[in-house]
């Protein structure tokens, strides 16, 4: 993760925390000092505050966890100011799991609450007949109590993507086809995002920018899960291409440019003693063009590692290893055999004929 810091791993996931986050405590130390507070009040406040950020993590950990438990890992936790995020490879499609990863997190943090207020109470510490509560060694672990009971509610909002949106999906698809849930939860999710918005605008920045990230996430996720249905059951062997144009690996750029010009296609076949060698993109002939000139060999700008996959390699599968590889075309073989091409364009193609088939 670019821009972080690396803090530790616990059970084979990194925790890192974005650079950003040192603004949050810098913003504390002056507000706090600018209002007056002392030193030490100052120095609580910023003890109080990392120790919330500990518990999102330990929050994010609750899900992680519970997603290894189902055979799913986790790439690494990231804290940024708004929050925490567990980048987990998948997203469990099991409604079960679903609900159990999602609701892991919130839960961690009311145990955390009840932990805190059973030892608060053991202790025997007056507090109910102070208005104001100073934040001190001694009301520190209201405060965290407090915090915790917070996060968990504020978590379970059910503004889908955040945990309460993924619990009612998960519920949702309990009853229903998983595209529908998504596409319910994540209407109601943007119609709360908007009202966070609105509400961020009046009273909270920090709500605005929640507000924003919500509705954007519902979105990506209700078109993400709509294309994996629609590429669902299919293989490449049902999108790619067979016909494409090849070109030389040893002839000009200006052989490519011609091709580019003259024609739909926006990725070639580079071959060398009639074998696929590389693929060159209409990025790369451009990029050629901009740092070279239209007279060097099309080896010096082509892709020679190509991704290679297989025929039968489920489509939904391929979609996401060329996402996740960044590479927008990929080399189709059978066993040993070059049979043709798959590039981003195809699946979306591939995505919208299923789409008018099936008319979602
Ligand atoms: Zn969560």
Not at 79 to 107: C, N, S, T
Not at 120 to 138: N, T
Not at 305 to 329: G, R, S
Request: hydrophobic share 50%; charged share 15%.
């Amino acid at each position: 993760m670019k821009f972080s810091l690396y803090l530790g791993r616990y059970s084979g996931i990194k925790v890192f925390i974005h650079w950003t986050f040192s603004l949050i405590l810098i913003w504390i130390f002056f507000t706090s000092m600018r209002s007056g507070l002392s030193l030490i009040d100052t120095a609580w406040s910023l003890i109080f505050v990392l120790s919330i950020f500990l518990c999102v993590i330990l929050h994010e950990f609750g899900h992680a966890l519970t997603a290894k438990k189902y055979g799913i890992q986790t790439k690494d936790i990231i804290l940024l100011p708004i929050g925490g995020l567990a980048r987990l490879e998948k997203l469990p499609e099991d409604p079960k799991q679903e609900l159990w990863v999602a609701l892991a997190g919130p839960l961690v943090n009311v145990v955390i609450f009840l932990v805190f207020s059973t030892i608060i109470s053991l202790s025997g510490i007056q507090l109910v007949e102070m208005e104001y509560i100073q934040l001190r060694g001694s009301t520190l672990l209201l405060y965290i109590a407090s915090a915790n009971l917070i996060l968990a509610i504020f978590n379970m909002i059910p503004a889908f993507p955040m945990d309460g949106g993924r619990v009612l999906r998960a519920l949702l698809s309990l009853k229903m086809p998983r595209v529908k849930a998504t596409a319910i939860a994540g209407g109601i999710g943007q119609a709360l995002a908007i009202g966070f918005i609105l509400t961020g605008i009046f009273y909270n920045p920090i709500l605005v920018i929640i507000g924003i990230f919500i509705f954007l996430g519902a979105q990506a996720e209700v078109t993400h899960t709509k294309q994996n249905s629609l590429l669902k059951g299919f293989t490449i062997s049902d999108a790619m291409m067979t016909r494409f144009q090849v070109l030389p690996f040893d002839a000009p750029l200006s052989k490519a440019i011609k091709n580019l010009l003259d024609g739909q296609a926006t990725h070639f076949v580079v071959v060398k003693d009639d074998q696929p060698y590389g693929t060159l993109s209409r990025e790369e002939i451009i990029k050629g063009l901009n740092e070279q000139n239209e007279h060097i060999s099309i080896e010096k700008v082509a892709n020679l590692h190509p991704l290679k996959l297989d025929l039968y390699l489920p489509l939904e599968k391929a979609f996401k290893t060329m996402a996740t590889q960044k590479n927008k075309v990929a080399l189709i073989y059978e066993q040993n055999h070059f049979l043709g091409i798959l590039d981003q364009e195809n699946i979306s193609e591939f995505i919208m004929v299923q789409k008018a088939k099936s008319g979602l």
